[in-house]
């Protein structure tokens, strides 16, 4: 990913990125002011990051960025820390904070903070900003977006369930419902339908949103039900409402489907896979970058299965070795891009109409 990457920073510093902010369904990036960003010592460089609400230990993206920043920290030297949001009123005094602590680079984590981070870059313009998840229509020159295809890892795993499922109906969790979750959405639903074509059956999807990334209880209870009404695989990307997800798959005896990072550990014997996306590896390379004085600001990084920053976990003991590689098999078509999943409700249907 490191060399992919930085061949992603060397080229025109202008790129387009898939619908990723509530704003705008794409977003090219603005050139950067300058040609390089001024390069600070190591142990000088200071690094923040400030959270969505869903807080550093959410299991997922926020936990994942901070991870990434610590391994900066150990392999480079650099000054690392983190704000966590109790609530989105928080976003702007966290970043004011960030900033008034003399940060060189400061991070936001979560499309929930796009105009948040947006403002803080441009009251700053001589502090460098980055943000997961979100891009902009024009984005200032002192900015770098960084948004993840998650459609390509959710089609994945949604192929996995409708070739694992045994009821023939299978769920999906949502956290609130944006651009960005429709990626997974649209990309689980398109997955399980290309599986269930190929199988020659048909698999229902049962879709519901919490409203929430941090309300595990809810996240428990939704999935609980549907368990109960005849799903006995359920994917979330939901953040920490995850974890009640996979909660429920643990006393109903089923399969939860983690996303961004490796989740099994939540729960060896029911999380059949996890669509990963590999943001602590993202946070760390750009941070580098910046801190190496190269110029990332005005830009949109685009991440998925061909950058090596997207896809399955190789760990597959809950699902056939036969499912496994016939996974395997899509995501390099996806990597060659003889494949290309869906991100939102319309694709999904005219992806839909053309199966063979």
Known sequence: MKKILALLLAAS????ATACSSGAATS?????SSGETSSVAKADFKVSMVTDTGGVNDQSFNQLSWEGLQKLKADNGA???YAESKQEADY???L???VDDENNLIWGVGFAMGDAILNAAKANPDVQFAIVDNAYEETPSNLTAV?????EPSFLVGYIAAKTTKT???GFVGGVKSDVIDQFEYGYKAGVAYGAKEMGKTVEVVAQYAESFVDSAKGKAIASKMFSGGCDIVFHAAGNVGTGVIEAAKEANKYAIGVDKDQAFLAPNNVLTSALKKVDKAVEEVSKEIMDGKATGGTTISLGVKEEAAGIPEEHKLMGEETYKAAAALQDQIKDGKLVPPASEKDYNTFVKNLK
């Open 147 to 151: 948004v993840f295809r998650a459609q």
């Open 28 to 32: 090219s990036a603005a050139p950067a």
């Open 92 to 94: 702007a005094t966290n």
């Open 79 to 81: 000054d690392v820390s």
């Open 13 to 16: 510093m202008a790129m387009s």
């Open 96 to 98: 004011d904070k960030a």
């Open 168 to 170: 023939n109906k299978v």
